[in-house]
């Protein structure tokens, strides 16, 4: 049983992180300044006795993370507070910059010095694009090609660094792009969430340029397991570990499965062409070889369910 603290936990990813945590037993403490974050995102576990506190409030606040890690001696930080948004990297980078690396330096700093091991969040931007079938893997080139993505290179390594030079236990998690449940279906959402939104909306799917570009999808339930796991193990300190389902596809491919008519689909003009990676298939090697971690959910599935979440949450 172990104290965490969970940031970013009322977004999406991180409502799923805290459910696992809650699942597994642990004590969890949430802080999220609700920038892009909902609360009722924690109704499904807010009577949980593992909940121990929901704080709303931000990295950026020195004073609030020194006086929360004076009272609590936490064992783990799941650090997932982030501004995610590529397009609003690009037109403010400041905001970006602020919340993903330097409140990011704000919580290296607590868990130095109380000693707290740090699963810092990253993401599979990171990356310069997939030229071969057997995917990404963590030796892979980086590449800048947006503020969001120069932000996140930046504080992953300050985070490795705090291995390096003190010895923190820090471990780098690289999820590639991830959808499902509580995933926001507005424009800054994902594009499974947009396209199903879309469909059940009857309105046509947009894709951005000319929609050869792949990703390669991860449910959600998988990420959090991913992320969790990594935080219990000792071998992964140290290290940066990716996670993805190992298949990439088009845009135009998955906007066809998810409406099987080309009438309902049309490409519009790429918002960040500059910005673009035009390939990304994760390999996840080392995360099955670290971690024993492998993905569970399928595309098809994972986009069952997610049509499904979004039907019952009359969110069209
Ligand atoms: N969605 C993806 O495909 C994906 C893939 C890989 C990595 N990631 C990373 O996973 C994490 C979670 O992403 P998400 O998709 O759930 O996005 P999200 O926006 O739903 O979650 C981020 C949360 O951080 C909170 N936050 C932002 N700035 C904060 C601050 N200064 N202080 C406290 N809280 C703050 C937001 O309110 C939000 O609840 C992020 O670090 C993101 O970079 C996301």
């Not at 990420?223 to 071998?235: I, L, M, N």
């Not at 066809?256 to 009438?263: D, K, Y």
């Not at 569970?296 to 979440?309: F, K, M, Y």
């Amino acid at each position: 049983m172990m104290k965490v603290l969970l940031t970013g936990g009322a977004g999406f990813i991180g409502r799923w992180v805290g459910k696992r945590l809650l699942e597994d037993g642990h004590s969890v403490w949430i802080v999220d300044n609700l920038s892009n974050g909902r609360k009722e995102n924690l109704d499904e576990f807010r009577q949980h006795e593992g909940l121990k506190a929901f704080i709303e409030g931000s990295i950026l606040d020195e004073a609030l993370l020194s006086t929360l890690f004076e009272e609590v001696k936490f064992d783990v930080c799941y650090h997932l507070g982030a501004s995610i948004n590529v397009q609003d990297s690009i037109d403010d980078p400041r905001t970006t910059f602020e919340n993903d690396t330097v409140g990011t330096f704000h919580i290296l700093e607590q868990c130095r010095k109380h000693q707290v091991k740090v699963v810092f969040m990253s993401t599979c931007m990171v990356y310069d694009r997939c030229t071969d079938q057997t995917g990404i893997n963590e030796l892979h080139p980086t590449k800048p090609a947006s503020p969001y993505a120069g932000a996140k290179i930046g504080a992953e390594n300050l985070v490795l660094s705090y291995y390096f030079a003190y010895g923190l236990p820090t471990v780098v998690v690289r999820p590639f792009n991830t959808y499902g449940p509580y995933q926001k279906t507005g424009g800054e959402g994902g594009v499974v969430a947009i396209f199903l939104k879309n469909k059940l909306a009857g309105k046509p799917l947009s894709i951005y340029g000319d929609g050869t570009q792949t990703r390669d999808l991860l449910y959600v339930e998988d990420c959090a397991k991913f992320v969790v796991e990594t935080g219990y193990s000792d071998a992964a300190n140290g290290h940066v570990i990716n996670a993805g389902l190992g298949r990439d596809i088009s845009i135009n491919d998955l906007a066809m499965l998810i409406v099987n008519n080309e009438s309902q689909i049309r490409h519009v003009e790429h918002i960040h062409p500059q910005s673009e990676i035009q390939k990304l298939l994760c390999n996840s090697e080392k995360a099955h070889k670290l971690i024993g971690w492998s993905p569970a959910v399928s595309l098809e599935e994972g986009i069952r369910r997610t049509e499904d979440w979004i039907r019952s949450t009359n969110l069209i």
